[in-house]
């Protein structure tokens, strides 16, 4: 059977050569990505596809894709991939998470010596034929403090090349260890607002999630040192845009650079015409070298994938050989429960992550089940486009995370189970989990307190005292919230104890519903959980 792959974007063309080497039909059409008729009659053609940001894998696409079995997106974002549903119809997604990396945090660096230098203004200037040095005096950056907030692979290299030239780094990231903090021979702060005060210029490398959506609020930049300097090469709504005008306006901000935004493309934005802030169209990613990278890689991921049936950086699906999906598939399944309850859970630096395959589990290979349980845990932490079943043990390494895996006998009531056990900032956290006879995963202990619950698509886990009145008053703050209950455990480690609930609910809690569970007097903590 000969395959047929479509490059619907603008992929390097030399990767034509790596699909006809590998007996592999190959279409490059670029355009047909801008295209939306053309490339919904083409789509059932082909078994795979090679993409970047425009062509836009949607559910029209993909309901017309009746041969596709893999898309591979050169680069890391998949805002233009319905993952859920591909997942739905079995294709595997895969990106190249780190292949923009390097390229990103130069254009990063760019956009510092840009900002402090005046360098474009200056440019415009002399081009009209004027001579105004005294405009454009600019700041040296040696000696100068950097606030790098988010220290993952880009922010590390943007630590290192900031570094060369003399700059002091600060760093705010909730999930960097102190011994990585020390390996990278930088400060690390706990509270943004230390940072945002300390800072001559901050720089942002987050995803974006619920978490960091607008974390440069406008009250976080007017805590930013008078006359710094914010650069923004991460992603679009990081920022609130608007604010930056105005601090800009105000003289609070010196200068600022983008070169991503709220709404893309960015045709029109409060930002530009704005004097002393440098607007980029999206650019990180924009090198040769960043697009030759990420080309091959994704063509050999595909061909890999199509000729060998090895799926390499897939985002939606585990390194499994067929023989043993049968067996793997549901600790597959309960191990993405398990990562997910520590990752939501989870709100400061991870030291260790212990992960206990005990009985017939632990005869099977394990290293699959391992891939998605770290995976879940660090998607919270750095993003779902980043990290995947290949990348997640690289990016726990990059972190300073110390993984281990232990094999066990049989031992207490079950034949067989995980157990994770977390060490965030030398705080222990433990979850165990099992699969029923009935095919289905089973949350069966946390820290060490035994319950029996079913994960269900919205969740309610609260830890608290164990005294008399309590359900009541959690089901009277429900209630009234009109939050329906659907199943309900307990478990408490002795009488008047410490205790704990998690609850299956109908829809997502609130934050405001949230906050009124942890008033109640016996609550310790309460959290909002979500597993799809």
Avoid at 460 to 487: R, S
Wanted: charged letters at 20%; glycine letters at 8%.
């Amino acid at each position: 059977m000969t395959y047929k792959v479509l490059i619907s974007d603008n992929l390097s063309k030399d990767i034509i050569y790596k699909f006809n080497e590998a007996d592999i039909d190959v279409v490059y059409s670029p355009e047909m990505g801008k295209n939306t008729s053309l490339i919904l009659n083409e789509i059932h053609n082909f078994d795979a596809i090679a993409i970047r940001s425009d062509t836009k894998i949607n559910s029209a696409l993909l309901n017309k894709a009746t041969k596709l079995k893999v898309i591979g997106r050169a680069g890391i974002g998949i805002d233009n991939i319905d993952l859920k549903l591909a997942s739905n119809k079995g294709i595997v997604v895969m990106n190249t998470p780190f292949g923009n990396a390097t390229t990103t945090a130069e254009h990063t660096m760019a956009m510092i010596f840009s900002s402090a230098r005046k360098i474009p203004a200056a440019n415009e200037s002399t081009h009209s034929g004027k001579w105004e040095k005294n405009n454009f005096i600019g700041t040296e950056l040696s000696g100068k403090k950097l606030g790098v907030v988010g220290v993952g692979n880009i922010g590390s290299i943007v630590v290192s090349l900031a570094q060369s030239i003399g700059m002091e780094i600060i760093a705010y990231d909730p999930f960097l260890s102190n011994e990585r903090a020390k390996n990278l021979k930088i400060s690390k702060t706990t509270r943004l607002s230390e940072l945002l005060s300390q800072s001559d210029i901050v720089t942002l490398h987050l995803p974006i999630n619920e978490n960091t959506n607008n974390i440069i609020s406008s009250e976080n930049i007017f805590k930013m040192k008078k006359g710094s300097i914010l650069i923004n090469c991460a992603r679009g709504g990081l920022v609130d845009e608007n604010a930056v005008v105005d601090a800009i306006q105000k003289n609070h901000l010196s200068a600022a650079a983008f070169d991503v935004y709220l709404e893309e493309p960015a045709l029109s934005n409060p930002l530009f015409g704005l004097k002393n802030v440098i607007c980029t169209p999206h650019l990180g990613a924009s090198t040769t070298e960043a697009q030759e990278k990420v080309s091959f890689q994704i063509a050999e991921q595909i061909i890999d994938y199509l000729n060998n049936g090895a799926i390499t950086n897939a985002l939606n699906a585990p390194p499994i050989d067929s023989k043993e999906a049968p067996l793997l598939n549901p600790w597959i399944k309960l191990a993405k429960n398990l990562g997910s309850f520590v990752g939501q859970i989870t709100d400061a630096p991870i030291l260790d992550i212990d992960i206990e395959y005990v009985g017939k589990v632990g005869e099977l290979n394990f290293k699959p089940i391992s891939s998605v349980l770290i995976a879940e845990i660090l998607k919270p932490l750095v993003g779902g486009g980043l990290v995947n079943m290949v990348s997640a043990p690289l990016i726990a390494r990059n972190k300073g995370i110390k993984i281990s895996e232990i094999r066990r006998d049989t031992q207490g009531a079950f034949d067989s189970y995980i157990r994770v056990v977390l060490n965030h900032e030398n705080i222990l956290f433990s979850i165990a989990g099992t699969i029923y006879s009935d095919g289905k995963p089973r949350f069966i202990q946390i820290n060490s307190i035994n319950l029996e619950a079913e994960p269900v698509n919205h969740m309610l886990y609260t830890t608290n005292i164990d005294k008399p009145g309590y359900i009541g008053a959690l089901g009277m703050v429900l209630g009234e919230a009109n939050v329906n209950i659907a199943t309900f455990s307990l478990g408490r480690d002795k009488k008047n104890g410490k205790a704990l609930a998690l609850l299956g609910v109908d829809e997502a809690i609130s934050d405001s519903v949230i906050e009124k569970i942890k008033k109640l007097p016996q609550v310790e903590k309460a959290k909002s959980l979500n597993f799809f």
